[in-house]
């Protein structure tokens, strides 16, 4: 899981070094079409179990969260700020799965799980806290709580799969449908990028290895973690993305930052020490 966090946060600097016009919800797109098809092909390949054994309330909240929390989050930032947005997202997110998961799975989080992420948290404030501020806008930060609840809602709704069916089947059903959510975007903004050069790379990468491949690892980390520890051990994509951003994009490297990376990482170690759930039984055979 923290494999596929870290891929995670390579999206930011991706998206910085792709060409002119490129922009977040066409980004939102190509990494969610790119990274389905991808999907697709691969539980196809492994010959996975029908489609109509998935349905009912986990796969239709999975999808449902899945397309909203991209246009929740960026919506957010567009009005707050990213300093703002990111922490109001980063924040909630590994409280609001953990409410939920008491709430519909009975899970409960032990001190180790609250340690970790008052560090962990605290540590990602850190981190996002030292830029430029920006302006704290009401609709913004409701967007942004938004984006955790859909993220919440996510690891809840995928958990319950992935206790019944192989992850990579999950994965590939929840980006198809939400691509097809998402593909109107391509209308709000000219996706002509994509077909440069740079853009090409930039797609591929977004849909090969921040999307399909962090997505495998993800599932099939998810399916022997808590949905708790889950959320916070996902807190690894800000550290990414801050030292993404300080060595490739050559930002002002800050104490701040230094510091919240080294608060994430302890609060990360923390909670990769609890004891897992019981497993459950191997399905991706």
Same mark, same amino acid.
């Given at each position: ?103 519909? !799975?009975?899970?409960? /989080?032990?001190?180790?799980? =609250? *340690?970790? $992420? +008052?560090?962990? %948290?605290?540590? @990602?404030?850190? #981190? ?35 206790? !019944?069916?192989?992850? /990579?089947?999950?994965?590939? =059903? *929840?980006? $198809? +449908?939400?691509? %097809?959510?998402? @593909?109107?975007? #391509? ?35 998810? !399916?022997?973690?808590? /949905? ?7 807190? +690894?994509?800000? %550290?990414?993305? @801050? ?43």
């Amino acid at each position: 899981m923290l494999a596929a966090a870290t891929l995670w946060g390579t999206t930011g600097t991706a998206q910085a070094l792709g060409p002119d016009g490129i922009s977040p919800a066409t980004v939102s797109v190509v990494r969610m079409a790119g990274g389905a098809t991808l999907l697709l092909y691969a539980a196809i390949a492994r010959r996975t179990t029908p489609l109509r054994s998935l349905w009912g309330w986990p796969l239709v909240a999975a999808i449902a969260a899945m397309a909203a929390s991209q246009p929740l989050f960026f919506s957010g930032v567009a009005r707050t700020g990213v300093a703002v947005g990111t922490i109001v997202t980063i924040g909630s997110s590994p409280i609001l799965a953990s409410l939920l998961a008491w709430m519909v !799975r009975g899970e409960r /989080v032990g001190p180790r799980w =609250v *340690v970790a $992420t +008052a560090m962990s %948290v605290g540590g @990602a404030v850190l #981190l996002v806290s030292g830029g430029e501020a920006g302006g704290v806008d009401a609709t913004g930060v409701v967007y942004n709580l938004g984006a955790g609840v859909a993220w919440a809602v996510y690891l809840t709704a995928a958990k319950s799969l992935l206790d !019944r069916h192989p992850p /990579v089947f999950v994965a590939a =059903v *929840v980006f $198809t +449908a939400s691509a %097809v959510i998402l @593909a109107p975007g #391509l209308l709000v903004d000219d996706p002509g990028w994509i077909w440069t050069a740079r853009g090409l790379l930039v797609a591929a990468w977004l849909a090969l290895v921040a999307t399909a491949g962090s997505y495998i690892l993800f599932v099939h980390g998810l !399916r022997g973690t808590s /949905v708790a520890a889950a959320a916070t051990l996902t807190l +690894a994509e800000p %550290v990414t993305a @801050a030292i993404l951003g300080m060595t490739v994009l050559s930002e002002p490297t800050r104490a701040s930052t230094l510091l919240g990376i080294a608060v994430v990482s302890a609060g990360l170690f923390v909670i990769s020490r609890d004891r897992p759930p019981e497993p459950v039984p191997d399905l991706s055979a």
